[in-house]
């Protein structure tokens, strides 16, 4: 019987966090995949990303390959990609291990995204969207796409909820023009990353998943947004960070920072909370019951929580 999960005979004892297999198995990470990243409404990046017509903006959902592109019309267009093996016979062996391969084909839930992908300047698809978008992509089968202030997010089941704009916080309906943007590779299993980027070391409140904690002259209010968005405010600027597992225990954060406070000053205070060894007991218990109902809401197991068996 696995570990992962609680047993269907035994109820668990629970314990202040997740079973450590949680961060660490390939196992788990199938469960995330069929309970979270297909089930929730997944923040893939901002406006910016894609800022003229026939842009195109790749991102890997879990194991699924999607893309978001900017029609003529300025509507966005979300698509799962043409190439979801990436030509491949089989997939390969070091494919199916729980990290994201590097290869020349980078749109297949495999592979590692590539950065945002530009039109020509006839406005027509370049030649390195082909394995997105093949001859026909109005025939590729089609992803919900969502957009609030300058965030772009995206639901991978047809008949999932809508999307709820008050799960973001509402000032980031107003942010000004991008003023940096970086992705930042980062050594942890997504949810301890998530969990660090989210909580202070020094936290002075808390409420609703949020948490406000000092850095400098500004204290600075952290609101995770299930499951993979992180909005960081501090006086006139916010940092958005969109966090995205590539292996077991790699992140890439996708970051972009709004307002007055520079790009650089935002990457040392994810660098100082990545740090961190201790990630604050409020936040592993949001995190715990907010993936735990996830869970049991695709299961008829018991709510996954720490426990033992005997």
């Not at 291990?97 to 039109?119: E, I, Y």
């Not at 936290?203 to 993979?228: I, M, Q, Y």
């Not at 972009?256 to 201790?278: F, H, K, M, N, T």
């Amino acid at each position: 019987m696995s570990e992962i999960v609680a047993s269907r005979v035994k109820a668990p004892v629970r314990t202040s966090s997740l079973n450590a297999d949680a961060y660490r198995t390939l196992a788990f990470a199938q469960i995330e995949d069929d309970a979270v990243w297909t089930r929730e409404w997944i923040c893939i990046g901002v406006d910016e990303d894609i800022p003229v017509a026939g842009d195109l903006l790749p991102f890997t959902v879990g194991d699924h390959a999607v893309h978001v592109q900017r029609l003529a019309s300025g509507r966005l267009a979300g698509r799962f990609n043409l190439a979801q093996h990436g030509g491949c016979r089989v997939v390969p062996l070091q494919c199916r291990q729980g990290a994201k391969t590097s290869c020349s084909f980078t749109s297949c839930g495999h592979s590692r995204d590539r950065a945002p992908l530009t039109a020509a300047e006839t406005g027509t698809p370049s030649p390195e969207m082909y394995q997105y978008l093949g001859l026909r992509p109005e025939r590729l089968l089609g992803v919900r796409v969502a957009a609030f202030g300058p965030l772009l997010f995206v639901h991978l089941d047809p008949a999932g909820k809508a999307f709820e704009a008050g799960a973001v916080p509402a000032a980031i309906a107003s942010v000004s023009e991008r003023r940096g943007n970086e992705w930042i590779e980062l050594s942890g299993n997504w949810k301890h990353v998530g969990q660090r980027i989210a909580a202070g070391a020094k936290l002075v409140g808390a409420r609703d998943g949020g948490a406000t904690f000092e850095s400098g002259d500004d204290p600075v209010r952290a609101t995770w947004c299930f499951p993979n968005l992180i909005v960081l405010s501090a006086g006139k600027s916010t940092c958005v960070i969109v966090l995205q597992p590539v292996a077991l225990q790699r992140t890439v954060c996708r970051v972009s920072v709004y307002g007055s406070q520079s790009l650089a000053r935002w990457q040392d205070l994810l660098e100082r909370r990545c740090a961190a060894i201790d990630i604050p007991a409020d936040s592993a218990r949001w995190l715990e019951s907010t993936l735990a109902a996830r869970i049991a809401r695709r299961t008829n197991l018991l709510p996954l929580t720490g426990y033992a068996t005997t």
